[in-house]
C-alpha cells in the first residue's frame, strides 16, 4: 500500500523560503509522478507541479515557475518542493500525491498524503 508522508511546513514572511518533503512508501508501477498540490482557505485544491520519478517530465503551474522547484531522492524514496520568494497568495495546505500517468489533475492522482500547512505573512 502506497503510503506519502509530508512535513517541512510552517510559518515565514513574505520574500522567504520554505522546503516541504514527501516521504514515499510502497511504491509500486502507480507512483511514476509524483506531484504537489496545494489547497487555500475556500478554494479548490490546485495543481502546483509534477515530475517523474526518473526525474523527468518536470511541469509547473504558470505562477509558481522560476519560484518552486520540484526535485526528488530516489535513495530516499522522498520528493521535495523548494519554495522561494513565498508571497501571502502562496499561504496553503500541500498535499504531495503520486500516480501513473502525467496530469494536472486532481483527478489523476490515486494516492495523495495528509498535507502540510505553509503560511505566509506579509
Known amino acids: 500500500q502506497v503510503q506519502l508522508v509530508e512535513s517541512g511546513g510552517g510559518l515565514v514572511q513574505a520574500g522567504d523560503s520554505l522546503r516541504v518533503s514527501c516521504a514515499v512508501s510502497g511504491r509500486t508501477l502507480s507512483t511514476h509522478v509524483l506531484a504537489w498540490f496545494r489547497q487555500a482557505p475556500g478554494k479548490e485544491r490546485e495543481f502546483v507541479a509534477y515530475?517523474?520519478?526518473?526525474?523527468?517530465?518536470?511541469y509547473y503551474l504558470d505562477s509558481v515557475k522560476g519560484r518552486f522547484t520540484i526535485s526528488r531522492d530516489t535513495a530516499e524514496n522522498t520528493v521535495y518542493l523548494q519554495l522561494n520568494s513565498l508571497q501571502p497568495a502562496d499561504t496553503a495546505v500541500y498535499y504531495c500525491?503520486?500516480?501513473?500517468?502525467?496530469?494536472?489533475?486532481?483527478?489523476?492522482?490515486?494516492?495523495w498524503g495528509q498535507g502540510t500547512q505553509v503560511t505566509v505573512s506579509a
Open positions: 500525491a503520486t500516480g501513473s500517468v502525467l496530469s494536472n489533475i486532481r483527478a489523476r492522482y490515486a494516492h
Open positions: 515530475v517523474m520519478w526518473d526525474g523527468s517530465s518536470k
